[in-house]
């Protein structure tokens, strides 16, 4: 697989993530297999949709070296399942992958996703997320069992490379046929600005996926490596629980859209094995004096009462409104395809 093969899609709507942004981008143009392109997908903030136009105008791709990035307004409604609709829609590339605007990747992060793809049955690969704490380090009380409620990877997930129900959004790919089969991120689900910090649109879109396709394989591979900011507001506590109860919203109006059987299954897992071996440890450690240990094991009983908190009330909300996606939510993308640059010298293979 080449370059030309991998579009990268970086959702972004602040100009408080500046250098962030600029970094993310960066890290995209180092990469040891270079991507055909970045697109950057402004959500609705006209002064930063010109600030990075002007920032990037001379970012084009004459070389064929996978330099080019195209900073793109959200034709969608606010928020980051449009964004990233609009970001699939342009792209030229047959691999699409997404990079959250607060991360950074490593240098071989598009080559561990291409050569996911040389098995044909593969319709996505994500990969490892590490965070890189805001005051320096992990706090104590932090389990990470809970890493997810920061975007990062958590303990848990299976090491290696493995066949997983669904990837995770801020480090993932898809193959741009993926889209064609199940449709786009449901807008009526996800992060929308700076709303209740909601999630879970890359598990319902995995489920659907693997729901109109049942031979699809879906992989993590742990070697595809991002390392995401996490800002010191999301280090307490208060953060903590209203994730984990935005998270069980979340939860339950993916269980509306493709059953509780399939939207809570890993959950299931998660909640029975990991939480409660995540509980002793802390306990462990407090015997033994050990910083954080109470804390820790408290942040995860914390945790799974805000949670499931959450996915009671949505569950009642979603049953009282009848609420289900509708088209415009879960859109298609498909029909017509941007062509692709003239060609040039491809680069190297995965």
Known sequence: MSHRDISVVICVYTEDRWE????????????SLPALETLLVVDHNQPLLDRLTREFKDADDTDGAGDQ?????????RGLSAGRNTGIAACRGEIVAFLDDDAVAERDWLRHFASGYED?????????TEPIWGSGRRPAWFPEEFDWVVGCTYRGLPRGRVQVRNVLGGNASFRRSAFDI????????GRD???????????ELCIRLTAARPDAVLLIDDRAVIHHRVPKA????????SRCYAEGLSKALVARSVGSSKGLESERRYTTRVLPAGVGRGVRDALLARPGGAGRAGAIVTGVAAAAGGYVLGSIRARRSGAVFTAAEVPAIGGQRPSRPPAAEEGAAA
């Not at 962030?20 to 990469?31: K, M, N, P, T, Y």
């Not at 209740?196 to 890359?202: D, K, M, T």
């Open 193 to 203: 600005g700076d709303k209740r910090p909601l999630g879970c649109e890359e598990t």
């Open 69 to 77: 990035v195209r900073v793109l307004a959200n034709a969608g409604p």
């Open 20 to 31: 962030d942004i600029l970094a993310a981008v960066s890290s995209v143009r180092a990469q």
């Open 234 to 241: 999301r280090e307490r506590l208060r953060y903590f629980r």
């Open 120 to 128: 044909p049955r593969v319709l996505a690969v994500g990969g490892r």
């Open 182 to 189: 199940a449709g786009g991120f449901a807008t009526g689900i």
